[in-house]
């Protein structure tokens, strides 16, 4: 056994000690509500021993999972790990010795009441009520008593708890929105992290700057937060006056000087810009500035002042900040996976961006997805496997009924005039021409099916991108090359048409011997179907974002177009424990046991998704 294994089973005995001791009554007696005798130490890294009163007392409510000085009461869901806290050391204290915080536990409470700074809420974690628990344990006209320091060290683990699981994994399992990403890899225990870095002089700010997603995205996006929490401390909140028309470069309009300044304050709007003061004609840099704030966020960037570029300028700030609160609970729900050479496509942004182990973009493009009414492209993680050159499109048996039997019903001829065939189970060709009566009845039950033909034509394009998964979801090229130029891009069926996917066939294929560009050209031109296996497949993720920082700085903002923030934002509302079972509950810090599918009606729409 090494010097390390040691040591660690050395601890670990005088833990089980420590406990023995406890349960047997042999701890210090002290009255609950006496001066705290048992409340000196005898080192400064010696963990508190408790009376036997205090020790049932604080046994009892841990099995109750409940504490009435918590602003969120139940904490249930976190009942395991704080039992398994306290039990590493006997039911002894963590956070005071004698009757007086450690300094762990005045590091933690200031991360605590800081926590707005990382995206989410002192509030949750009691902290308007950290100031006074401290002046308890340290009054002027008393002595603190052993109930004091005990409240006060079970409050402080289940905050410290709820804090370092929420800044690691997020508050809601995204099992309950049905958002399919799963990640096994961050797994590891909360009341283990907790007892090796809460008493022993750690610099906690430092540990949990560790426990956060490390992925530069987040990152920026937590320091675009901050700057927003400093913009919404200096802003007035003026609203912009509205028109009946929009307004155009040389126009007169009355709110030029808030325009100015709210653009200054974004960013849109140089610092050196000329804008006389009292101007009113809209013109010169801020017709650029508009521009630039229309890109941010999402629009076409026309420098025209609509109803909608009015809209997005009267957005309050604490709005924003919000929506960048909602983004990063979604970021610490990624898998890690995204740590490797990673595909991403963000739905609320139209884009995709593969990535190399280093977080640097090889290859980025607009994509489209599926239409927000009926069609929405799911949530999810999985893995890259093979393309297909020249591929067939199996069509859906709900767009067959919805969509091709109506055609065919007024045109028998219709399949044959856009390159379809009618195909059986085994994929022997029924028909590629007239399609009769008999064969009709059939595509409606389901007997026969339909595919179309590879093709320039073909609804798939010339290439598409497999990555095996329960909602048929994949990929893939397209014959609709126009609708890249729109700003807003959901019209599929719940697939992602890609812009340049013969870029992002040179990408995947980088691994694999002898698919250099010139002959994945050849593959795409030429006349056969292929199927290429990935030598190394890639993970893809499809992610949902309404804020995103890119490498510059620049924050770009865009639409709830599924309603997914909105969903998340009354999920959140609900505070602690939050519905769905938590990772926390499971005896892993990082462990969420997302669900693979949506429920059974939702999830129909994704497994007969096609282009």
């Known amino acids: 056994m090494n010097d390390c294994q040691s040591a660690f089973c050395d601890v670990r005995l005088r833990r089980r000690v420590s406990l023995l001791i406890a349960l047997l009554g042999l701890a210090i007696p002290a009255a609950m509500q006496s001066e705290p005798r048992g409340l000196a130490s005898t080192s400064p ?17 841990i099995d109750e999972g409940k504490l009435p000085q918590l602003r969120w009461p139940d904490f249930s869901d976190y009942s395991k790990h704080v039992t398994k806290f306290y039990e590493l050391s006997g039911y002894s204290l963590a956070w005071t010795r004698g009757g007086e915080p450690t300094p762990q536990a005045r590091q933690m409470i200031a991360l605590l009441m800081q926590s707005d700074l990382k995206g989410l809420s002192p509030d949750d974690y009691d902290g308007p009520q950290w100031s006074e628990r401290l002046r308890q344990l340290k009054p ?18 289940v ?21 399919a990403i799963d990640d096994e890899s961050k797994k590891y225990d909360l009341a283990e992290f907790l007892e090796d870095n809460a008493f022993a002089g750690s610099d906690l700010t430092a540990v949990l700057a560790q426990v ?40 007169t309009y009355p709110g030029v000087p808030r325009l100015a300044r709210l653009l200054r304050l974004f960013g849109d709007l140089s610092m050196d810009a000329t804008v006389p003061s009292g101007q009113t004609v809209y013109n010169g840099a801020l017709v650029d500035a508009v521009k630039s704030f229309q890109r941010r966020n999402g629009r076409e960037p026309s420098g025209l002042i609509d109803a909608q570029t009015l809209a997005d300028l009267n957005v309050p700030i604490s709005d924003r900040i919000r929506q960048m609160q909602l983004t990063l609970e979604r970021w610490r729900w990624l898998p890690s996976s995204y740590e490797q050479s990673a595909i991403v496509v963000n739905i609320p942004e139209f884009r995709l961006r593969a990535y ?8 980025m493009m607009n994509v489209v997805v599926g239409k927000a009414l009926g069609h929405n492209t799911p949530v999810f993680s999985d893995t890259l496997q093979y393309l297909v050159f020249r ?20 045109d028998p001829d219709y399949l044959a005039k856009k390159g379809f065939e009618v195909v059986d189970r085994d994929k022997n060709v029924v028909t590629a021409g007239t399609v009769s009566s008999e064969v009709l009845n059939q595509l409606r039950s389901g007997t026969l099916s339909i595919r179309q033909k590879p093709g320039p034509q073909n609804s798939l394009g010339l290439v598409k991108f497999v990555f095996p998964n329960s ?14 130029a729109k700003s807003r891009r959901d019209f599929s069926h719940g697939c992602v048409r890609l812009q340049r996917p013969a870029d992002l066939a040179a990408w995947v294929l980088r691994d694999n011997p002898g698919w250099s560009p010139e002959r994945i050209q050849e593959a795409i031109n030429g006349k056969t179907t292929q199927q290429v296996n990935l030598t190394h497949p890639i993970p893809v993720l499809i992610l949902y974002g309404t804020v995103i920082v890119l490498e510059d700085g620049v924050v770009n903002f865009y639409d709830d177009i599924y309603g997914h923030d909105a969903a998340l934002e009354q999920v959140l509302a609900k505070g602690y424990p939050y519905p769905g079972e938590k990772a926390a509950t499971s005896g892993a810090l990082a462990q969420h046991p997302r669900v693979q599918s949506r429920t059974r009606g939702n999830n129909q729409l994704h497994r007969d998704a096609d282009s």
């Not at 890294?45 to 409510?61: F, M």
């Not at 002027?140 to 683990?157: M, S």
């Not at 190399?356 to 290859?363: A, G, L, R």
């Not at 591929?391 to 007024?410: F, G, K």
Request: glycine share 2%; with cysteine.
């Open 159 to 179: 905050c410290s708890m709820r804090y370092i699981s929420d800044l690691h994994i997020g508050k809601v399992n995204p099992k309950y929105l049905a958002f």
């Open 391 to 410: 591929p067939y499109w199996e069509v859906p048996p709900s767009i067959t009924r919805a969509e091709l039997v109506p055609h065919i019903t007024r």
């Open 356 to 363: 190399d182990k280093n977080f640097n973009i090889h290859v």
């Open 212 to 251: 956060e997603p490390q992925y530069p995205g987040y990152r920026r996006t937590i320091q675009a937060l901050q700057r927003y929490i400093q913009l919404a401390k200096i802003d007035d909140g003026q609203l912009l006056p509205s028109t009946k028309e929009a307004i155009k470069p040389g126009d």
């Open 140 to 157: 002027i006209t008393r002595q603190p008593t052993e109930t004091d320091a005990v409240r006060f060290d079970l409050a402080l683990t």
């Open 471 to 484: 909602y048929n979801v994949y990929m893939h090229d397209t014959p609709a090359t126009e609708l890249f």
């Open 45 to 61: 890294s010696a963990r508190q021993e408790v009376s036997p009163e205090a020790h049932n007392w604080l046994n009892a409510a």
